[in-house]
């Protein structure tokens, strides 16, 4: 059974950092394609980033130099380090897996505010 669980999320001021991880279980994520995606409240999920199994990367333009999404194979996860936020970037954070199916962490909760 596959299982995504995010961590890293929290409150960070604008121009701070963050670095989001995704821990997988139940299947070995080398070379699968994995993503990042965002949910802003009363907005629709949208991709933020995403890495394909032969390590080709797409970035949602509004994040293009200051988000970087990488892949630990030893830790089997995904992470997504987050610099210069901004309170646009405010969002409940998922990890996604698609391997025919979609499969979904809980989300992590990113809040951007002075």
């Known amino acids: 059974q596959v299982q995504l669980v995010e961590s890293g999320g929290g409150l960070v001021q604008p121009g701070g950092s963050l670095r989001l991880s995704c821990k997988a279980s139940?299947?070995?994520?080398?070379?699968?394609?994995m993503s990042w995606y965002r949910q802003a409240p009363g907005k629709q999920r949208e991709l933020v980033a995403q890495?394909?199994?032969?390590?080709?990367?797409y970035y949602l333009d509004s994040v293009k130099g200051r988000f970087t999404i990488s892949r630990d194979n030893a830790k089997n996860t995904l992470n997504l380090q987050m610099n210069s936020l901004k309170p646009d970037d405010t969002a409940v954070y998922y990890c996604?897996?698609?391997?025919?199916?979609?499969?979904w962490g809980l989300g992590t909760q990113v809040t951007v505010s002075s």
């Open positions: 890495m394909t199994g032969g390590g080709s990367t």
């Open positions: 996604n897996l698609n391997i025919g199916l979609d499969y």
């Open positions: 139940g299947t070995i994520i080398r070379s699968l394609r």
